[in-house]
């Protein structure tokens, strides 16, 4: 109930705010970006007022809306002249492609730097990753996205400067077509991995330490075991519960992070749809963007909760206790 609770706020919210937004849709529905210029006259813009509904009650217009979500309707775009689910879903897929891979790379990387900082606890490794990870941790997304881009791409020219594939071009392969997706996606990536790398190393850090302090461990290291083998097969195996569990919240607050960073680097993900949806006041592309993305997270965090209750049966057996 509290997720259905938490939707109906979502929408009721999704719905008000971008009515509150200063200016009219049909202002910009032939200008440029930027532009209030408009060749409409005010007959014109009444008549699209009727069309679309937007000169009714905004009760009215709120009860329609719930009548199309219930139906599945998530509306019409006022600028792109598409139903909203169909531009949703030719964009979802580059965003669900940057989150994943960033979730990925974060996960990989945080814990082998969190055990080996773990090992190496109150020594200079362990200092010395602290510093740098927290340092990074630190700075946002997307102001890591512009020094990336600007050093990278723009200086180096080793990237390119935005989008996710490259036009017009004429592929000999599927490989080859690939490989041109991850080299534009390869800087949005690691600005958004970057940016969760430092949550996941102490997270990782602090697992493995408390793991690290346990006593099959010391009887681990009093058998002469490898240290190889003690850190990662019999410790990281024991601290991975929160890294799992951490991993399935990452999806859903690295959508966030990936709006931004889809905006540094253009890239034609949901992110970079919202400002152009947001920029021509194309309510029913907003309310519709906003509403997935907040599906995504709350479903991220459905599947962390069922993940950790069944990696850690006490969970469901202690609510269940209590709950009687």
């Known amino acids: ?15 008000l705010l971008p009515r509150a937004m200063p200016g009219d849709p049909f202002l910009y529905l032939s200008a440029e970006e930027g532009q209030e210029v408009t060749g409409f006259s005010e007959e014109q813009r009444q008549y699209y007022l009727e069309y679309y509904g937007l000169d009714r009650p905004v009760a009215g217009q709120y009860l329609s809306y719930l009548s199309d979500l219930l139906r599945g309707n998530l509306g019409y775009s006022l600028y792109y002249n598409e139903p909203v689910s169909t531009i949703i879903l030719r964009r979802l897929p580059w965003t669900t492609f940057l989150v994943i891979a960033a979730v990925l790379l974060s996960t990989v990387f945080g814990t082998i730097l969190g055990s080996i900082s773990a090992w190496y606890r109150e ?3 362990d200092k010395f990753l602290f510093f740098c990870l927290i340092l990074l941790s630190e700075v946002p997304a997307f102001l890591l996205g ?14 390119p400067l935005s989008g996710a594939i490259t036009h017009f071009a004429n592929y000999s392969s599927w490989w080859e077509k690939l490989l041109d997706i991850l080299h534009h996606a390869f800087l949005p990536v690691m600005a958004l991995t970057i940016a969760r790398l430092g949550g996941m190393y102490l997270l990782s850090r602090n697992s493995m330490t408390t793991v690290l302090e346990k ?7 009093a058998k002469g075991l490898p240290q190889k083998r003690i850190i990662f097969r019999h410790a990281l195996r024991n601290a991975m519960l929160p890294i799992v ?4 919240l990452s999806l859903g607050s690295l959508v966030g992070g990936a709006i931004l960073v889809e905006n540094v680097f253009a890239y034609p993900g949901l992110g970079h749809l919202m400002r152009e949806a947001v ?16 599906i995504c997270v709350l ?8 993940v950790y209750r069944k990696l850690d049966p006490r969970i469901g057996d202690y609510s269940g206790i209590h709950g009687g």
């Open 1 to 15: 109930m509290e997720y259905l609770f938490t939707i109906w706020v979502v929408v009721t919210l999704n719905f």
């Open 123 to 125: 020594k200079w490794p």
């Open 146 to 159: 512009l020094v990336l881009l600007f050093t990278f791409a723009a200086g180096l020219g080793l990237f």
């Open 215 to 221: 006593d099959y461990l010391r009887t681990a290291w």
């Open 245 to 248: 569990t951490r991993v399935f």
């Open 279 to 294: 920029m021509v006041h194309d309510y029913p592309l907003v309310q519709g963007i906003f509403l997935v993305v907040t």
């Open 299 to 306: 479903l991220a965090n459905f599947l962390a909760d069922l």
